[in-house]
């Protein structure tokens, strides 16, 4: 039977079975056509579910194929980390500020770091503001170029993740020469950055900048045309803009909706001022907001993401000599007061609410990470979709557990 | 044009041309990975420059280090003098079982006893055999690569302000101590080394 939907396309369906609810002319909980009556069932998905990526579980209340009810259970990685934040001085906090949310680990780390100058009204040495913008961008692509490889693989693709891992080992070997790890960089300090850039880095880091470039034609080509994944995310899981303004839904998948928001041009910190004054930095959104949109703009992002770099490499060649860090007293307090700090992270807004006492730990540091909006969002694009598209809704939200649980 | 299937053959024309390249995947352990100096790896310690300050082990948000330590009397060397003190080392373990490679014990140090190593092949089939006893920590500093040269952006490392500054004056001590001619009173004492200078 077909049955014309509301954007003028035919949906043909096959196969109407008891769970049929939903479809055209079925009602929820109708039952068979012979009267019987069916029951809801409830699934449970996850907490290890290899498609959820972490330790996210999901309390799916279906009637037959159809998604009535979606209940995501979170804390299974609850650390306590804003409590843990209250008993460690500020270089200890930046630890652990790498560590919620594992695939933005820099752009973490900064929040924090920009939160305790900003209270001490610090003035950063201009070379770790050009540095610290571009290893925030890099750190961007590397988020998104996980996020480009493993969704496809949520769907069924697994050679795109080859690809994707491939310029993320390219970028990784920069990153990890010059701050000595791959994931939890630890390189932010307050005042600046932990230590000067290794001679001959700022080359290599253009040369992986420039290759990651030249090779992401392949990633698109691999997946992007691909008709059975434009058959299972087109049109799925669209995400409104209502919606998005109700749960506070920020970042890529804001910006799919059309929400033209980015926090680098709208609230600028480092460099980002510039950047966009001299038109680097561009803010790309699409209008569809359904799972093929948001899959783009990751790859729209990685795009702009590189030029940042390229311009920040030129700004480091020509900036001249100077410090990387400012020297710090040897116990660190951050005035009486409060200020809040956020930043757009590749996931969304990241912010840190700081309250400090005068102590050398702060008396309150609230977290608001980009997942917990992001996810907290999924219910109610759920509802209505059918079990093989939750997948693809869940993996187009973009989220890290750590994140989320905090 | 759009034809069915363009996009997937699209797809598998990248993955038929990447076939005829070489491989990017290397095979460890066949193939070692070079790593930077700078990897956070293995942390190794030189015995003799700690004082046992307990500084790192302060430092340490996530307390796996364990320092024992107990101090010396060394006798009076003159007659009538102060018997000095000095802090022996009995046990300094690192448990990487907890350690969170954030690299702030190797910041903390004020006498460079500990220093990063790319060495990463220490894995243990009992959780217990990862807490590094002193002698073992003192092992991996022959792994330990020098630092790495600075970008030409960088600011001059303060030690070599420090050096080029001690040797300008052991130059200038030395040319007051062979001419004659300009020695002055003032010129003497300015030039005197200090204790503690190197």
Not at chain 1, 272 to 277: A, G, H, K, S
């Amino acid at each position: 039977m077909t049955d014309v939907a509301a954007d003028g396309r035919e949906h043909v369906v096959v196969g109407i079975g008891d769970g049929a609810a939903g479809f055209g002319g079925h009602e929820r909980g109708g039952g068979t056509p012979g009267g019987l009556a069916t029951q809801d069932m409830v699934l449970n998905i996850g907490p290890q579910h290899p498609a959820t990526h972490g330790v996210l579980r999901l309390k799916l209340t279906l009637d037959g194929e159809r998604i009535v009810d979606c209940d995501p259970v979170v804390g299974y990685m609850h650390r306590g980390v804003e409590k843990l934040f209250e008993v460690r001085d500020y270089r200890q906090i930046i630890v652990l500020a790498n560590r919620h949310d594992w695939l933005s680990a820099f752009s973490s780390e900064l929040g924090v770091v920009l939160a305790v100058e900003r209270m001490l009204g610090m003035e950063v040495p201009t070379r770790a503001v050009w540095l610290r913008t571009m290893l925030a961008e890099l750190n961007r692509v590397l988020n998104h170029l996980m996020f480009l490889g493993s969704y496809p693989i949520e769907l069924g693709a697994i050679t795109p993740m080859f690809y994707a891992f491939r310029e993320r080992e390219t970028l990784q070997a920069v990153m990890e020469e010059i701050s000595g790890g791959r994931m939890h960089y630890m390189f932010n300090r307050v005042g600046g950055l932990k230590e000067d850039i290794p001679a001959g880095w700022v080359d290599r880091a253009d040369d992986a900048a420039r290759a990651v470039r030249s090779r992401m034609p392949q990633i698109e080509d691999l997946i992007f045309g691909n008709e059975i994944f434009q058959a299972r995310t087109r049109g799925v899981g669209v995400l409104s803009r209502e919606l998005i303004d109700a749960y506070g839904v920020s970042g890529p998948i804001a910006r799919a909706s059309g929400v033209d928001f980015d926090l680098r041009r709208d609230d600028p910190y480092l460099a980002y001022q510039e950047l966009v004054d001299d038109g680097v930095m561009q803010v790309i959104t699409q209008e569809e907001g359904d799972c093929y949109a948001r899959f783009g703009m990751l790859l729209d992002q990685v795009q702009v993401s590189l030029d940042i770099v390229e311009a920040c490499v030129d700004r480091l060649r020509s900036l001249d000599r100077g410090p990387i860090n400012v020297r710090l007293p040897k116990i660190l307090k951050a005035p009486e007061g409060a200020t809040y700090a956020w930043t757009e992270n590749p996931l969304g807004i990241n912010g840190y609410y700081l309250v400090s006492r005068g102590e050398k730990t702060p008396w309150r540091m609230k977290l608001r990470s980009a997942s917990f909006n992001n996810i907290a969002v999924l219910p109610e694009v759920l509802t209505g979709c059918v079990v093989a598209d939750m997948v693809a809704v869940l993996g187009s939200m973009f989220f890290v557990v750590g994140d989320i649980d905090k | 044009m759009n034809w069915p299937g363009k996009g997937l053959a699209k797809g598998l024309a990248v993955t038929f041309r990447q076939m005829t390249r070489r491989s990017v995947t290397a095979h460890y352990p066949d193939a070692l990975p070079e790593l930077p100096p700078r990897t956070r790896g293995v942390i190794a310690l030189i015995e003799e420059n700690c004082t046992s300050c307990m500084l790192c082990a302060r430092e340490c948000p996530a307390w796996c280090i364990y320092i024992d330590s107990h101090k010396d009397v060394i006798p009076a060397t003159t007659e009538g003098g102060k018997d000095k003190t000095r802090n022996v080392l009995d046990r300094f373990a690192i448990d990487f079982s907890l350690c969170m490679y954030c690299s702030i014990c190797v910041e903390a140090c004020p006498f460079d006893a500990l220093h990063w190593s790319p060495e990463f092949e220490y894995a243990e089939l009992d959780i217990r055999e990862l807490t590094h006893e002193k002698d073992r920590l003192r092992d991996w500093m022959w792994t330990v690569p020098a630092p790495v040269a600075l970008d030409p952006g960088a600011e001059e490392a303060k030690e070599i302000g420090v050096a080029e500054k001690a040797a300008e004056r052991a130059a200038a001590a030395q040319r007051v101590v062979e001419p004659v001619e300009t020695t002055t009173g003032d010129l003497d004492k300015l030039d005197q080394p200090k204790e503690g200078d190197t």
